[in-house]
């Protein structure tokens, strides 16, 4: 780790929310790769193991869930008992599904919407005081939060209301010295696509539709992601309040 180029982020600390898998867990190697500290989140006791032998003596793996007050508040303690202050905070746990608008039940709408939008505003709350001046907050987006996408009515809104909350915490943070911003994955390559329980036909099915609908005619990998997070979380000195379109000009063009 003695090359320069090995610890761009040595000493710098931070927080990802569902960090055990897809555009998460590649952002925590590439904060890992470039000297981070780094305390992650997951829910499903496997995928944490995995991440615990995967990682590292300088990655924090702990179980958390984003849609529980008491989770939270217990992972704000932990963060402070961790790190103490931090430098960046990824907000990216999240849940999807595809169903069409007229069969959406009421225990959807609430898995969603507790998980990506009030999970992401109690975290985002409780994490506020352990961020650095100089700090910033990413929350991970959906081109969906902007595009008809059907079959995606809670997601899409349930990802633009966080839209709405960056652009409200930016203003409020800049007293405190700390930036928050979003990114705005389009069709990235993951296990599932970024679709909770798809299963393999769906995911092939959802991929040839990325690849069909994105201009540039492919899906983004999670490291193009992560890059996106790090550009935002570190090197975007003079930015706050935006959304950072990773997309292959889908929402854009």
Do not use: C, W
Not at 31 to 49: F, P, Y
Not at 95 to 115: M, R
């Amino acid at each position: 780790m003695g090359t320069s180029n090995a610890g761009r982020y040595a000493g710098k600390k931070a927080v990802v929310t569902g960090g055990t898998a897809g555009i998460g867990l590649a952002t925590v190697k590439m904060l890992l790769a470039e000297g981070a500290e780094v305390l992650l989140t997951g829910r499903g006791e496997k995928a944490l193991e995995a991440a615990r032998k995967e990682l590292g003596p300088r990655a924090h793996v702990v179980r958390s869930d984003s849609t529980d007050l008491r989770d939270i508040d217990a992972l704000a303690t932990t963060v402070q008992q961790k790190l103490g202050a931090v430098d960046l905070v990824v907000i990216n746990a999240g849940y999807s599904k595809l169903t069409p608008f007229e069969q959406v039940t009421e225990s959807e709408f609430d898995e969603t919407y507790n998980l990506n939008t009030k999970g992401a505003f109690f975290t985002a709350q409780r994490l506020t005081p352990h961020v650095r001046s100089g700090g910033a907050f990413v929350f991970i987006t959906s081109v969906a939060d902007e595009l008809g996408v059907p079959g995606m009515s809670t997601y899409s809104g349930s990802k633009a209301a966080i839209r709405s909350l960056v652009r409200v915490l930016g203003t409020e943070l800049i007293p405190k010295g700390i930036r928050v911003n979003a990114l705005s994955p389009g069709f990235t390559r993951t296990p599932t696509l970024g679709v909770t329980g798809a299963t393999p036909e769906e995911v092939a099915a959802f991929e040839k539709e990325g690849e069909e609908h994105t201009p540039m005619k492919r899906i983004g990998s999670t490291d193009e992601v992560a890059r996106g997070v790090l550009f935002l979380g570190f090197e975007a000195t003079f930015t706050t309040g935006a959304e950072l379109p990773v997309d292959g000009g889908l929402s854009q063009l």
